[in-house]
């Protein structure tokens, strides 16, 4: 069985978001969805947590990559940048991390699925019928 380790793109979002980096940061974040299931880390720990239109661009680079079916997540973020993202409920729409290090390898871990084990099954089946 051979498993293919996808690339995570890391993006360091602006300090600055006049309306000329927020135009440059969407075209470069857009050379990164030409692929399948795009993986993004947002680096945000330079955002500055009183200009909240860093909320917009999030959700802008959350929409580019769920339009190719793939997934951002951040990291670093600014205690007061998380405070406006709890308070807005945006932080529901993404996984937060402490570290860019974590964000990435998020994307490398298998999701892990509860699993009964056999024995479970079958007692449950022995419980059903005398139950009946």
Known sequence: M????RTVAVMQLPEVLNSK???NFLREIQSHMNVDRPRVVLDCSKVNPDDRSFIDLLLCCLEEAMKCKGDVKLAALPPGAGAILEMTGVSRLFDIYETTA???N???RFPVMPVRPAHANVAAQGQSETAA
């Open 106 to 108: 998020s994307f490398h």
């Open 21 to 23: 980096q927020r135009r």
């Open 102 to 104: 974590e964000a990435v």
């Open 2 to 5: 051979t498993l293919q380790i």
